[in-house]
């Protein structure tokens, strides 16, 4: 990394992340799987049977429990998403099992395998959201409201038990990084009669970073490179390669508009 004049020069040292290998019996059985329910999603197979069949691998074959059984298949389950009138019940019922499978894979004996996490979320996203750009990571225990309005971008960023709700559309854009116990809305309820929704969509600009429990309410929009600090509430929208923290967030330093600038230091991953 070239030689960063003060007061710019950033904390700590430089790490990069570790490339790992999987063994080659686990990489082609991972690879297998994963590829088995592609190929069936793209033959326009019965997702909810794709589904089940997948489930029943990571669960193990059904016992002689009628009632755990009926959970390895979508067609058995309801959804919150479903109950809500603006749901478009053909958009959600074609990517309903997906959901599930996602869902249920976390919760599964596999869900902690990050690896096969990953490569298994990032598949599923190209059929569920509206848009998904490549290098998708998503850690286990992230949730959508209704997953069709999803816009996402290249090389984004979502960590454990995060919210993204989707309801009034939610984008985020490249290089975007999500943190843990983040909430993220586009939709919100009148204060007097709560069954009146407003939605409204939420734009998470590119390399924009939303650190550790930060809430984001309906209809902000983040300007590129901004940050929200932990247990932020942003009720505004956000400049760009500015800093934000509070409840309600507020605006507290500015970024190095030079140092952010990705076509001036290629060789950082900002």
């Keep these: 990394m070239p030689e960063i004049p003060p007061p710019v020069k950033p904390i700590g040292i430089e790490m990069k992340l ?23 999603i793209r033959a326009g197979e019965d997702r909810s049977d794709i589904c089940r069949d997948a489930l029943t691998m990571l669960w193990g074959e059904p016992s002689a429990n ?19 009138g603006d749901c478009d019940p053909v958009k959600f ?21 990050l690896e096969l996490g990953f490569r298994l979320r990032r598949v599923l996203a190209q059929y569920i959201f509206k848009r998904c750009g490549k290098n998708f990571k998503c850690f286990p225990y992230v949730e959508f409201t209704f997953g069709y309005n999803m ?16 309801r009034g559309g939610l984008e985020l854009g490249d290089k975007a990084s999500i ?12 204060i007097n009669l709560q069954q009146y ?64 600038e990705p076509v001036k230091h290629p060789e950082q991953r900002m």
């Design 179 to 190: 943190s843990d116990f983040v909430n993220v809305y586009s939709h919100t309820h009148d």
């Design 18 to 40: 570790r490339p790992l290998k999987l063994p080659g019996d686990a990489d082609e059985l991972y690879t297998e799987f994963i590829g088995g329910i592609e190929q069936r």
């Design 66 to 84: 009628p009632l755990f059984n009926m959970q390895l298949d979508p067609r058995n389950v309801t959804f919150e998403a479903e109950y809500y």
């Design 197 to 260: 929704v407003d939605n409204r969509k939420t734009v998470i600009g590119p390399r924009c970073r939303l650190t550790y429990h930060s809430t984001v309410l309906a209809g902000t929009q983040m300007g590129q490179n901004s940050m929200l600090g932990a247990h932020g509430l942003l009720t505004r929208n956000t400049r760009e390669h500015a800093v934000y923290v509070g409840i309600p967030a507020k605006k507290v330093k500015e970024k190095d508009r030079e140092l952010a």
């Design 151 to 166: 816009e996402v971008g290249d090389n984004v960023v979502v960590h454990r038990w995060v919210l993204l709700d989707d």
């Design 93 to 113: 019922a074609e990517i309903k099992p997906l959901l599930w499978l996602w869902y249920m894979f976390d919760r599964s004996p596999a869900g902690m395998n």
